[in-house]
C-alpha cells in the first residue's frame, strides 16, 4: 500500500544528498496487478519536484503484511521481515495509461479521491530497472 522512496535533493541546502517520503502505491487494480508502481504525487512534496529533475530513485516495500512477520508477530523492522528495493527511472504516467493509473490507485487508496485538488496531484510510475530482495 505504501513505500519509501529515495532520490537526490536537487534543491535547497541538501542538494545532490540522499532524500525521500513514504508515498502510496499501487501496482494495478486488485486484480489485475502488473509490478509496475504507480504514485499519485503532487509538486507540493519536495521529493517529487526533485524526481522531475533526476529521475533516478529507489522504492523500498516492507514486508508488513508478510507471512513470516504476521504468523510471528514480529515487528515489521526486524532483520527476518523481508524488504523489496527497486530502482530506476520515476516518469510521468502518459496519456495512453492514465486510466490505468487512475484505476490502480482509486481501486487500493479511495481516500486519495478526497485529497485537495489545489495540490495539483498528477500520477508517475517507476521503470524498474534493478530488483534487490533482502530476506534472512
Not at 41 to 69: Q, R
Not at 99 to 123: D, G, L, T
Request: proline share 9%.
Amino acid at each position: 500500500a505504501w513505500g519509501f522512496v529515495a532520490s537526490r535533493a536537487a534543491h535547497g541546502k541538501i542538494q545532490g544528498m540522499p532524500y525521500g517520503n513514504c508515498l502510496p502505491i499501487s501496482d494495478g487494480p486488485v486484480n489485475n496487478s502488473t509490478g509496475i508502481p504507480f504514485f499519485y504525487v503532487t509538486l507540493k512534496d519536495n521529493a517529487v519536484a526533485d524526481l522531475l529533475k533526476d529521475p533516478v530513485a529507489s522504492l523500498t516495500l516492507p514486508e508488513v503484511d508478510g507471512n513470516f512477520c504476521r504468523k510471528n508477530v514480529v515487528d515489521p523492522e526486524d532483520p527476518r521481515c523481508a524488504r523489496l528495493t527497486l530502482t530506476g527511472q520515476m516518469v510521468t504516467v502518459p496519456p495512453g495509461e492514465m486510466e490505468f493509473a487512475k484505476q490502480a490507485m482509486f481501486s487500493r487508496h479511495p481516500v486519495i479521491r478526497k485529497w485537495p485538488r489545489s495540490y495539483e496531484w498528477f500520477f508517475m510510475k517507476m521503470n524498474i530497472e534493478h530488483i534487490w530482495l533482502q530476506s534472512w
